[in-house]
């Protein structure tokens, strides 16, 4: 006579859900950590190219060595890449933001001193002047 329970909740019960979720998700940290090495590797500029691929090839024949290994060996200066690398992006998007803000208050600047000429000139009112430099300025 069959049963009236489904075959997967009496062999698979709760805890072992919870330790399969929890083994694909330190299965996905590694393969992250795996990868992040394999970057760093080709990101690295103090290393020559048979080094690299020294790395890379203990990283891929030996996985869980070979990533224990870089760590140990070469995490320090990993941390500094990363460093290096996030204070260059910083920079780069800190000058792009000058150079914009720039362009745009000089453009405004330029504005108001021909708003000033034309009303040094007599071809605007005091009225019209204030109305076009509230304009500018908002």
Known sequence: MPSAVPLASQNYPLLNLFWTMLLIFIWVLWFFLLF????????????SGWGKSGWLIF???????GVF???????????????????QADAAMRSYIQSTVATSTSSTAEELTKLAALKDQGLLTDAEFAAQKAKLLA
């Open 59 to 65: 990283i891929i024949v030996l996985p869980f060595l």
């Open 69 to 87: 290994v870089y760590l140990i060996a070469r995490g320090n200066s990993m941390a500094q890449r990363d460093q290096r690398q996030a204070e």
């Open 36 to 47: 992040r090495i394999i970057v760093d590797i080709f990101r690295s500029h103090d290393l």
